[in-house]
């Protein structure tokens, strides 16, 4: 068993009652990023078990969905681009392969995971603080599209049409992979859980004896956090480039990429999206930060609940609300709900 760091803290609840289950922290470096997972538990063992649980699946996607590994599952497809040949993919790619196109063709291909192409350039343009070479971007484009991606409902199958085509799911992947490690917690009756996929946020019921999960998101006031109180069952993204970014001429360019023009997004916009889980909260928060306001008709039709946009110009911003999060109350986790109350 890999060893990983954990905290326990003696839960006690809002009302000074104290039931048995007690608070424990895990987290793992995981798909380039620190995933955490908060539990609740009566049993250490039992938490320690299924925290290891719920990170080993998180690492078997990463072997899916890594654009660093050639060997990831992704990396062998995209080096089969161009060739012809149609690949039998794993479940876990396509149900998020056929979703990422999906929401490419909802919002007019401001969602793309064929930016990959694009990727590249600009990963090796941020160190050095200038843009990447224009014929290069311009080139890259011609292998980006997810009208390039053919699949075969029937075969579970992907062909990828134009040679040297690169898929990047790093919009998306993060969050699928907090379902599957909030689904693998429940699978062992652990319910009340929070997973942290790099600030991607999946929530499920919250603490015993509490009234949700406080969470902190970014487009507060000043440059600050604002907090969402007791929310459970729901998935909170959270994007922007306050510090990943490219100044040229006195123009920020974002390390999120607009895949139809090739180009980082311009506007200083930071973004939060819940949605019913990661995999769409993680997608919509990259279709709002590419769109902003003219991406909320869709986002919301494929399923997000509310956006926070702020936008800021100078020293001025403004802050757009969108949406509601639902009430606790009619959440799945009415155990979580204060006794006698």
Same mark, same amino acid.
């Given at each position: 068993?890999?060893?990983?760091?954990?905290?326990?803290?003696?839960?006690?609840?809002?009302?000074?009652?104290?039931?048995?289950?007690? +608070?424990? *922290?895990?987290?793992?470096?995981?798909?380039?990023?620190?995933?955490?997972?908060?539990? %609740?538990?009566?049993?250490?063992?039992? @938490?320690?078990?299924?925290?290891?649980? @719920?990170?080993?699946?998180?690492?078997?996607?990463?072997?899916?969905?890594?654009?660093?590994?050639?060997?990831?599952?992704?990396?062998?497809?995209?080096? @089969?681009?161009?060739?012809?040949? $149609?690949?039998?993919?794993?479940?876990?790619? $396509?149900?998020?392969?056929?979703?990422? /196109?999906?929401?490419?063709?909802?919002?007019?291909? @401001?969602?793309?995971?064929?930016?990959?192409?694009?990727?590249?350039?600009?990963?090796?343009?941020?160190?050095?603080?200038?843009?990447?070479?224009?014929?290069?971007?311009?080139?890259? #484009?011609?292998?980006?599209?997810? *009208?390039?991606?053919?699949?075969?409902?029937?075969?579970?199958?992907?062909? =990828?049409?134009?040679?040297?085509?690169?898929?990047?799911?790093?919009?998306?992947?993060?969050?699928?992979?907090?379902? *599957?490690?909030?689904?693998?917690?429940?699978?062992?009756?652990?319910?009340?859980?929070? /997973?942290?996929?790099?600030?991607?946020?999946?929530?499920?019921?919250?603490?015993?004896?509490? %009234?949700? $999960?406080?969470?902190?998101?970014? !487009?507060?006031?000043?440059?600050?956090?604002?907090?969402?109180?007791?929310?459970?069952?729901?998935?909170?993204?959270?994007?922007?480039?306050?510090?990943?970014?490219?100044?040229?001429?006195?123009?920020? %360019?974002?390390?999120?990429?607009?895949?139809?023009?090739?180009?980082?997004?311009?506007?200083?916009?930071?973004?939060?999206?819940?949605?019913?889980?990661? *995999?769409? &909260?993680?997608?919509?928060?990259?279709?709002?930060?590419? #769109?902003?306001?003219?991406?909320?008709? &869709?986002?919301?039709?494929? !399923?997000?609940? $509310?956006?926070?946009?702020?936008? +800021?110009?100078?020293?001025?911003?403004? /802050?757009?609300?969108?949406?509601?999060?639902?009430?606790?109350?009619?959440?799945?986790?009415?155990?979580?709900?204060? =006794? !006698?109350?």
């Amino acid at each position: 068993m890999k060893a990983i760091r954990f905290l326990v803290l003696l839960l006690i609840g809002l009302n000074g009652s104290v039931r048995a289950q007690s +608070r424990f *922290e895990f987290s793992r470096p995981l798909m380039g990023t620190s995933f955490r997972i908060v539990l %609740y538990s009566s049993d250490s063992l039992h @938490a320690v078990d299924a925290a290891e649980a @719920a990170f080993d699946r998180v690492e078997e996607l990463n072997e899916v969905f890594s654009d660093y590994l050639a060997s990831s599952e992704i990396g062998r497809l995209s080096m @089969a681009s161009g060739s012809g040949t $149609w690949t039998r993919v794993s479940e876990d790619l $396509w149900r998020v392969l056929t979703d990422a /196109i999906r929401i490419s063709e909802a919002t007019g291909g @401001a969602f793309d995971v064929t930016v990959g192409a694009l990727t590249s350039p600009w990963r090796r343009a941020m160190p050095s603080g200038r843009l990447p070479d224009v014929a290069e971007v311009n080139e890259a #484009l011609t292998r980006v599209g997810y *009208e390039l991606i053919d699949v075969d409902d029937r075969r579970r199958s992907v062909r =990828l049409s134009v040679e040297a085509m690169r898929l990047d799911f790093g919009g998306i992947a993060k969050g699928y992979a907090a379902d *599957e490690a909030l689904r693998v917690l429940r699978e062992r009756d652990i319910t009340s859980a929070l /997973i942290d996929a790099g600030g991607d946020l999946l929530l499920g019921c919250g603490p015993p004896n509490g %009234y949700g $999960w406080n969470i902190a998101v970014p !487009g507060g006031d000043e440059d600050g956090m604002s907090v969402l109180s007791g929310l459970e069952s729901i998935a909170v993204a959270s994007s922007g480039a306050t510090y990943q970014y490219i100044e040229a001429d006195g123009v920020r %360019y974002s390390h999120i990429l607009d895949p139809r023009t090739g180009m980082g997004i311009t506007a200083e916009r930071t973004v939060s999206v819940a949605a019913p889980t990661g *995999e769409i &909260a993680d997608a919509l928060a990259t279709v709002i930060s590419v #769109l902003g306001a003219d991406g909320f008709e &869709a986002a919301f039709a494929l !399923g997000a609940v $509310w956006i926070r946009v702020r936008d +800021r110009s100078g020293d001025d911003y403004t /802050i757009d609300d969108r949406g509601n999060i639902p009430n606790p109350e009619s959440s799945i986790c009415p155990a979580s709900r204060p =006794l !006698g109350n």
